[in-house]
C-alpha cells in the first residue's frame, strides 16, 4: 500500500488528546519524498495537531513519528523541533517584527559563516520575489507579501520537509489563488516534500499530489485528488468535495432505486438502508425532447444560476415525490424556469454507502 | 487580518510536564520566596517563654486599634480622593483638567516617610506657620490649639495624600474603559450625573476601585517611617520594638504573623469585591467619552478639589524640600552623602537586574511548559509585595542567622575558626528581601510584555532550529527589551524608596539615602534630612513620567496603552 522506504514523514499509530478531548485517534500515513500532500479535513478534525506533532511543537502521547527514516518522535523519546531540520509556515506567518526581512529569511540559516548566511538568504529572497523588500519591516508589508517571506524563512535552511498550516487562510480571495500559484512553483522548483494542512477542499485539489482526507481525528482516505474524488470510500469523504445529491433507500436485488431510475449496490447486504450519493455534475441534463430517453428522468427547472465555468440547475424530479436535485453542467445553460428537461445519470459518480449509525454521524462536511 | 486568537495554544495543559531546567527554576524561585513567609507563619507554634501572652495583655490590643484606625482612615481617605478626582478629571471638563490628569500621580513620587518629615518640620510648634501664625496673633504658646501632625490622624493624612494615587490611576483606567454607549444610555434614560456616577460608573468601576485601595492599604500596612516617627503603635512599628528594643526575634515573628492576617483578610476582601463583579463591557467602542462641561461656581470647586491633593501631596512637601535642601546643603553633600547614594544606586541596580532576570525566567518557564502547577508557582513567587518589608525581614532574618549558627559551628568543629555572618547581615540578605517584596512588579511588566510575541513567532523560532535559550535571546529580549527596562526602573524605585526591610537587614553601618533620612529625621533633624530626600523623591519621578505617559496614551480612541508601566502597577494583587 506505502511504499514506506521513500516516505520522508511518518505517522504510525498516533493518537492525541487534550485532557479529555480526543483530537488525533490511531492515525498512520506517510508522505512521500518530493510529494506535496495535504491533509484535509473539516475545522477540528486534527490536521493542525498532525502537522505540529511533526514539526514536534507538540509532545507526542502515543504512536510514532518518522523523518526521513529517523524515528522523531515515539514514547519517551522526543526531538526537540529545533533538532529536526522541518520548515514550517504559520496560518499568521509569525514574522519576527524586530528583524527585517533579510534577518527574519537568516534567521534559521545554519552556515557558520556570515556572508554565506547573507548569500543563502538572497538566494530565497530572490526566489519568492521579494528582493526589493529585503530591508522592509514585517509591519510595512501587506499580507501577501508576508506570506512569501514567512515561506522564504521556512525554506532557508533547506528542511528536509516543509508544513503549511493554512498558509493562504489569511489572504482574500483573489490573492489567494496568485500566493498559491506562486507557493506551488516554489515548492516545486526547490523539490522540497512538503506537508499543507487546508480546510478548503479546492485548494487542496489543486495543489496536491495526494490528500490525506481527516475526519475526527482520524484519516478518512489516503490517494490522488483524482481517486478522493471519483472514488470516495465513505458518505463523508464524496459529501466533502462538492455539494452532493442524497437520496435514501434499501438494496432491493443488489440495486437502489433512485429517482434517475437505479444504482447497482455492489456488495452490500440485501435489504440494507443506503444512502446514494451522486454529483451534481454526474446529472447530465438535455432538453426534453418527446418522451425521455432511456434511463433518463423528467424533471422542472426550478431556478438557474450562472456560476463562472458552469450552471447550476435547480430541479425538481416530479414523477416520483418532486425530490429537489442540484445539476452543475459545464459552461452556460440555456434553460428558463418552468422548462421541463430530462436528466441522466453517470453512474461512475453515484456512490452507494450503507447507512448506519456510524455514517450517520459524520454526515454534513 | 489574522484573527488573534490564532495564536492562543490551543486546547487544556497537562497539570505537570516533566522538570527541565526552567520548571526546577520555576519551582526554586517560588520556594526560596515563600521562604519568609512560611518562616512567620511557622513561628505561630514557637514557645516564646512569656512573651507573646506578655505582648498579648499588654502592647497588642493597641496595635490591632492603631492598625486598624489607620486602614480606616487611609481607605475611606484615598477612595474619596482616589475617585472622586479620577471621575472629575475623566469626565467632566473644566479649566486645568487635562494637566490634573497627569498631575494627579505626582505625589506617588514621595515616600510617606518623606512626606511626614516635611510637615512636621512645617506644622510643628517651632515650624514657619504656627511662628507666622504667632506673630500675625501676638499669641503666646499656650493661647491656641494646633493639631498636632504626630498622631494617628496626622498619620492618615500623611499617607492618604501620597497613596491616593493608587485609586485614582485604577479607577481612572476604569472609566475610561467603560464604554461610551452604557454612559450614554444612562443619560438618555434620564440619569443626570451625579446618578450616573453612582449607579453606572461607579458599579462598574468597583473591581477596579477595590484592587486601588487594596494596594494603597497594603502599603499603609508596610509602612514603618511614618508610624515610627509619629509614635503610632501600628504593627510594623511594634515588630521593629519587639525585635530591636526587646531582642525577641520569635515573638517579633508572632506579630509578624498577625499582620499577616490582617494581609490575608485584605486579599481575601479584594478578591471577593472583585469576584462576582467581573465585569464584562457590553461594548466595545470607543470614543472621546462625552464630558460635562463645569462652568462658574462648579468649575471652582472641582479645580479646588483636583487641586488640594497636588498642592498638598506634592507641591507642598517638594518646595519645602527643596528650600530645606538648599538651606543645608552646602554641609551635607559630603563624601558620606556620596557613599549613600553610591550604596543606594548600587542595591536599587543590583535588585532591579536581579528581579527583572528571575521575572523573565519565571514568566519564559511558565510559557514553555503551559503547566498549570507552573503557572501557580510563580504566582506565589510573585505574592512578596503584598507582605510588609518588616515581615520579610523577620522570615529572612531568623532562617539566615540559624544558618549562619550551623556554618559557624560546623566551621569551629572541623577547622577551628569561626567565619562570622555569611548570611544574615549582609548585602545578600538585603538584596534576597528587595527580590522577594519586589518580583511581583517586575514579574507583572514582563508577563504582559511577552504577550507581544504571539506562540506561533516561538514556534518559527524552535523549527528555524533554535533551543529555547536562544529562542529567548534573539526573539523575546529584543522584542520586550522597552518593558523589561520599565520594570527594571520601577523596582529600582522601589528600593531606593524602602526602609523596613533595608532597616532590619543591612550590614553594620551601611547606610543609603532612605536609611539616612530616616535616621537624620530621628535625630530631628529636618532640614538635614531633606537632602537625602529629596534626592529619593527626584528619583521617584522617574516612574511617575512613565506612568503619566502611558496615561497620556491611554486616552479613549487611543486605548492600546503601553502595558508594563500599567501592568507592573495594577498586578501585584491579582
Redesign the interface.
Known amino acids: 500500500m506505502i511504499d514506506s522506504g521513500s516516505d520522508v514523514l511518518r505517522f504510525e499509530g498516533v493518537s492525541h488528546a487534550f485532557g479529555a478531548e480526543r483530537v488525533l485517534d490511531d492515525v498512520s500515513f506517510g508522505a512521500r519524498s518530493g510529494e506535496l500532500l495535504c491533509l484535509l479535513g473539516p475545522s477540528g478534525c486534527g490536521k493542525t495537531t498532525a502537522l505540529r506533532l511533526a514539526a514536534g511543537l507538540e509532545e507526542l502521547q502515543t504512536g510514532r513519528i518518522v523523518v526521513d527514516g529517523l524515528a522523531v518522535a515515539r514514547p519517551g523519546v522526543q526531538v526537540a523541533p529545533e533538532k529536526r531540520n522541518v520548515g514550517m509556515v504559520f496560518q499568521d506567518y509569525a514574522l519576527f517584527p524586530h528583524l527585517d526581512v533579510l534577518g527574519n529569511v537568516a534567521f534559521g540559516i545554519r552556515d557558520r559563516d556570515t556572508e554565506a548566511r547573507r548569500k543563502r538568504a538572497f538566494e530565497v529572497i530572490e526566489q519568492v520575489g521579494m528582493r526589493r523588500f529585503a530591508d522592509a519591516y514585517p509591519h510595512t508589508l501587506s499580507g501577501g507579501q508576508q506570506q512569501r517571506v514567512a515561506l522564504a524563512r521556512a525554506l532557508a535552511p533547506k528542511p528536509r520537509l516543509l508544513l503549511l498550516d493554512e498558509p493562504f487562510s489569511g489572504l482574500d480571495a483573489r490573492l489567494r489563488a496568485q500566493i498559491r500559484d506562486e507557493t506551488l512553483n516554489v515548492v516545486r522548483e526547490t523539490g522540497t516534500s512538503t506537508v499543507i494542512v487546508t480546510h478548503d477542499p479546492e485548494e487542496a485539489m489543486y495543489m496536491a499530489d495526494r490528500i490525506a482526507l481527516m475526519n475526527a481525528g482520524r484519516i478518512e482516505q489516503i490517494g490522488s485528488p483524482v481517486e478522493l474524488y471519483t472514488k470516495p470510500v465513505s458518505a463523508f469523504a464524496a459529501m466533502f468535495f462538492s455539494s452532493i445529491n442524497r437520496f435514501v433507500g434499501r438494496v432491493v436485488d443488489r440495486q437502489v432505486s433512485t429517482p434517475f431510475g437505479r444504482v447497482a449496490a455492489s456488495g452490500l447486504a440485501e435489504g440494507q438502508h443506503v444512502e446514494v450519493l451522486i454529483r451534481p455534475e454526474a446529472l447530465h441534463v438535455t432538453r426534453t425532447a418527446g418522451s425521455p430517453a432511456v434511463g433518463a428522468a423528467r424533471a422542472e427547472v426550478l431556478s438557474v444560476r450562472t456560476l463562472r465555468r458552469a450552471t447550476l440547475l435547480h430541479l425538481c424530479c416530479g414523477d416520483i415525490d418532486g425530490t429537489h436535485v442540484h445539476a452543475r453542467v459545464p459552461g452556460r445553460y440555456d434553460a428558463a424556469v418552468g422548462d421541463q428537461v430530462d436528466v441522466a445519470v453517470d453512474r461512475s459518480l453515484a456512490y452507494v454507502f450503507p447507512l448506519d449509525a456510524a455514517s450517520a454521524t459524520s454526515r454534513k462536511p | ?2 484573527d488573534a486568537s ?2 492562543a495554544p ?3 495543559r497537562p497539570c505537570w510536564s516533566r522538570p527541565t531546567a526552567w520548571s526546577l527554576f520555576t519551582y526554586g524561585s517560588a520556594a526560596l520566596i515563600a521562604l519568609p513567609i512560611l518562616v512567620v507563619l511557622s513561628h505561630v507554634f514557637v514557645p516564646t517563654a512569656g512573651v507573646w501572652s506578655h505582648l498579648a495583655s499588654t502592647v497588642l490590643p493597641g496595635y490591632i486599634a492603631s492598625s486598624l484606625w489607620l486602614m480606616l482612615g487611609v481607605g475611606v481617605g484615598t477612595l474619596i480622593l482616589g475617585v472622586g478626582t479620577a471621575w472629575l478629571v475623566t469626565l467632566c471638563r473644566f479649566p486645568g483638567s487635562r494637566v490634573f490628569e497627569w498631575a494627579l500621580i505626582l505625589p506617588m513620587a514621595i515616600p510617606a516617610y518623606v512626606i511626614a518629615y516635611t510637615y512636621t518640620g512645617l506644622l510643628d510648634f517651632a515650624g514657619p506657620v504656627q511662628g507666622a501664625l504667632r506673630a500675625v496673633t501676638g499669641w503666646g504658646h499656650d493661647d491656641y490649639w494646633f493639631p498636632d501632625v504626630r498622631s494617628l490622624p496626622g498619620a492618615v493624612a500623611m499617607m492618604t495624600l501620597v497613596l491616593y494615587p493608587y485609586v485614582y490611576v485604577l479607577s481612572r483606567a476604569a472609566f475610561l474603559e467603560q464604554s461610551v454607549c452604557v454612559l450614554e444610555v444612562s443619560r438618555t434614560l434620564g440619569a443626570g450625573p451625579w446618578r450616573c456616577f453612582f449607579t453606572v460608573a461607579l458599579p462598574l468601576a468597583r473591581p477596579a476601585v477595590a484592587t486601588g485601595v487594596t494596594l494603597a492599604l497594603m502599603e499603609a500596612l508596610n509602612d514603618f517611617g511614618t508610624v515610627q516617627y509619629f509614635g503610632v503603635n501600628t504593627f510594623t512599628a511594634g515588630i521593629f520594638r519587639t525585635w530591636m528594643g526587646m531582642g525577641q526575634p520569635a515573638a517579633a515573628a508572632q506579630l509578624a504573623a498577625v499582620l499577616m492576617l490582617f494581609i490575608a483578610a485584605l486579599v481575601l476582601v479584594e478578591r471577593a469585591s472583585r469576584g462576582r463583579g467581573s465585569v464584562q463591557h457590553t461594548s466595545t467602542r470607543y470614543r472621546e467619552l462625552p464630558r460635562y462641561r463645569l462652568r462658574g461656581g462648579a468649575a471652582a470647586l472641582a479645580c479646588m478639589f483636583v487641586f488640594v491633593p497636588i498642592l498638598l501631596g506634592f507641591v507642598v512637601p517638594a518646595t519645602v524640600l527643596a528650600v530645606w535642601a538648599v538651606e543645608s546643603g552646602p554641609h551635607m553633600l559630603d563624601a558620606r552623602f556620596l557613599r549613600e547614594a553610591e550604596n543606594s544606586f548600587a542595591l536599587a541596580a543590583g535588585a532591579a537586574v536581579l528581579a527583572v532576570a528571575v521575572a523573565m525566567g519565571l514568566a519564559y518557564g511558565v510559557r514553555l511548559h503551559r503547566s498549570r502547577a507552573m503557572a501557580i508557582a510563580a504566582r506565589i513567587a510573585s505574592m512578596g509585595y503584598a507582605v510588609p518589608g518588616a515581615v520579610i525581614a523577620v522570615g529572612i532574618l531568623i532562617p539566615f542567622a540559624a544558618i549562619d549558627g550551623w556554618i559557624n559551628d560546623w566551621t569551629r568543629a572541623h577547622m577551628g575558626v569561626r567565619v562570622g555572618l555569611v548570611l544574615s547581615g549582609t548585602v545578600a540578605a538585603v538584596m534576597f528581601a528587595y527580590l522577594v517584596r519586589f518580583l511581583a512588579i517586575s514579574f507583572n511588566a514582563v508577563e504582559s510584555s511577552l504577550d ?1 510575541v ?1 506562540r ?2 516561538d ?9 529555547p535559550f ?1 529562542t529567548l535571546l ?2 523575546h529580549l ?2 520586550t527589551r522597552g518593558s523589561l527596562l520599565t520594570a527594571a526602573i520601577l523596582v529600582f524605585v522601589d528600593v531606593m524608596k524602602e526602609l523596613p526591610a533595608t532597616l532590619l537587614l543591612r550590614p553594620f553601618n551601611f547606610d543609603t539615602l532612605a536609611i539616612r533620612a530616616y535616621l537624620l529625621a530621628t535625630d530631628e533633624r529636618l532640614a538635614d534630612a531633606a537632602t537625602p530626600a529629596l534626592a529619593i523623591v527626584a528619583v521617584g519621578i522617574v516612574p511617575v513620567i512613565l506612568l503619566s505617559r502611558a496615561i497620556a496614551k491611554s486616552r479613549p480612541g487611543a486605548l492600546a496603552h503601553d502595558g508594563a508601566a500599567a501592568a507592573a502597577f495594577a498586578g501585584p494583587v491579582r
Open positions: 487580518m489574522v490564532l495564536s490551543r486546547g487544556r507581544k504571539t506561533h513567532m514556534d518559527a523560532a524552535r523549527t528555524l532550529g533554535h533551543g536562544a534573539r526573539i529584543p522584542i
